[in-house]
């Protein structure tokens, strides 16, 4: 997702089971696109502000040992820009009693670990601290081009691929990162799908694990206590164990996916659609656990479309 009020910040990742792009492997991004302003009490004395604001400037071009306040490096490569936002972040806490504009020359910023703006950079009305894109010429602009936004991001480079016959690739995560939630892979900026069954619609399931119930009084008094708010119209009372898998038709799950422990369902209850990775499979009795539990109980909506479902990052 990206968020452009005047910097664009890229999520490449989804949460868990529920769609919602939030970090990438392990890296979640705090940002405030306009004026970061965390007010002191009004208890507490107002400092002295200087008039002039401060400029520190962020670049493709920076080190993280110079100071930040010359928008380009100088003839003798001894100051200039720094390379990254964390860094000119740091360095606004020492100009707390002016107001402080961090500017973003345009490029690619890869973010190798949290950036994070906590209390510790609390500062007065007065003296605000600003993020700022750049329309490359070191002045922030108002109204710049989308392609000149600098783009921070957490994603990682891969280039250790294979092409496979019918003109896919198969590519391969560096080891450092394996075991990491990455679920989005992006080539020369535009998003690619991974492997999906079925390649367009759904699959549907075929029942849940343990029927639903026609009351709450047939259900286990810890079951009934968890879903007696959801026992309204178009909604069946079902056990627990129903948020953690279904039971598939023969053959829409296959015993030859050589990466099922890689691979993830979508599953679609209604107007609900959450995001599992797979647990286990039992191809005897065609049932598939979840690692995550659903929001909704397989079952409990009854319509056709409550039963949709597809199955992404497989290899057949």
């Known amino acids: 997702a990206r968020v452009a009020i005047q910097i664009v910040v890229e999520f490449r990742s989804r949460n868990s089971y529920v769609h919602s792009c ?8 705090c940002v405030l696109m306009s004026t970061f302003l965390l007010s002191r009490s009004s208890a507490l ?8 604001p401060l400029k520190l400037f962020v670049s493709t071009e920076g080190n993280d040992e ?8 100088n003839p003798a490569g001894s100051d200039g820009p720094v390379a990254t936002v964390q860094q000119a972040a740091l360095l606004s806490k020492k100009y707390t009693s002016v107001a402080v504009t961090v500017v973003i020359e345009s490029g690619t910023y890869p973010l190798t670990s949290t950036l994070s703006l906590d209390q510790s950079y609390r500062r007065s009305p007065e003296a605000p601290l600003t993020f700022s894109g750049c329309a490359g010429n070191g002045t922030a602009a108002r109204r710049p081009d989308p392609a000149t936004f600098p783009v921070l991001t957490g994603s990682m480079s891969i280039t250790n691929h294979t092409r496979l016959n019918d003109g896919n690739y198969i590519m391969y995560v560096p080891a450092s990162h394996r075991g990491m939630n990455i679920t989005q892979v992006f080539v020369n900026g535009q998003r690619e799908p991974c492997a999906r069954k079925p390649n367009a619609g759904y699959l549907y399931w075929k029942s849940p694990l343990q029927p639903c119930a026609s009351s709450l009084s047939e ?14 119209a178009g909604q069946l ?7 953690y898998g279904f039971v598939f038709d023969a053959g829409d799950i ?12 979508n599953v679609f209850a209604a107007w609900d659609a959450t995001w599992h990775h797979i647990k286990s499979i039992d191809f005897d009795k065609h049932t598939v656990m ?3 539990p659903s929001n909704y109980a397989i079952g409990m909506f009854e319509a056709p479309s409550g039963r949709r479902y597809f199955v992404e990052n497989v290899l057949e």
Do not use: Y
């Not at 939030?22 to 991004?29: H, K, R």
């Not at 259900?219 to 309204?232: E, H, I, K, S």
């Not at 296959?254 to 369902?265: K, L």
């Open 22 to 29: 939030t970090n990438m492997a392990g890296l979640f991004v």
């Open 66 to 73: 110079w100071s930040g306040l010359l928008p380009r490096p």
């Open 290 to 292: 979840f690692k995550e």
């Open 237 to 243: 009372p079902c056990p627990d164990i129903d948020r």
């Open 45 to 52: 004395e107002k400092p002295a502000v200087d008039v002039v």
């Open 219 to 232: 259900l286990d008094p810890q079951t009934r206590d968890r879903v007696d708010w959801r026992a309204v």
């Open 254 to 265: 296959s015993s030859a996916w050589t990466n099922v422990d890689e691979a993830w369902i």
